[in-house]
């Protein structure tokens, strides 16, 4: 019985463990800490220098924040280690949900435009 029971185990942890490892997790770790790094130097030395507009740094840092929620969610909520069905029954909504806002900004910038000529 016991035998059983760690073959089964052993069966989870390839399909999940191979990925994360302390190794891997320092990787991304320091990848987070990079994006975060270069997030700052545009704010707090382009910017404020006026080497960059702000119109240009804020689709850099929307960028550079979706490229850092790609990683948490791959890696530290395991989305990269799981079946294509999964991820595409979160990714596809959440699709969904920006398209939304961002039609909804355009129209509410149409009505603000009628009320203020």
């Given at each position: 019985m016991s035998s059983h029971t760690d073959v089964a185990h052993h069966?989870?942890?390839?399909d999940h463990g191979e990925g994360m490892t302390a190794k891997k997790i320092w990787q991304v770790f320091f990848v987070l800490l990079g994006i975060t790094v270069i997030e700052f130097i545009i704010a707090?030395?382009?910017?404020e220098k006026?080497?960059?507009?702000r119109?240009?740094?804020n689709p850099i840092?929307?960028?550079?924040t979706l490229a850092k929620a790609f990683y948490i969610?791959?890696?530290f909520m395991h989305l990269k280690f799981e079946k294509v069905g999964l991820v595409y029954s979160i990714i596809?909504?959440?699709?969904?949900?920006i398209g939304l806002i961002l039609v909804l900004t355009n129209e509410s910038h149409h009505w603000i435009g009628l009320r203020h000529p």
């Amino acid at each position: 019985m016991s035998s059983h029971t760690d073959v089964a185990h052993h069966d989870h942890d390839h399909d999940h463990g191979e990925g994360m490892t302390a190794k891997k997790i320092w990787q991304v770790f320091f990848v987070l800490l990079g994006i975060t790094v270069i997030e700052f130097i545009i704010a707090l030395y382009f910017v404020e220098k006026g080497y960059i507009d702000r119109s240009i740094a804020n689709p850099i840092y929307i960028i550079l924040t979706l490229a850092k929620a790609f990683y948490i969610v791959a890696y530290f909520m395991h989305l990269k280690f799981e079946k294509v069905g999964l991820v595409y029954s979160i990714i596809v909504p959440i699709l969904f949900i920006i398209g939304l806002i961002l039609v909804l900004t355009n129209e509410s910038h149409h009505w603000i435009g009628l009320r203020h000529p």
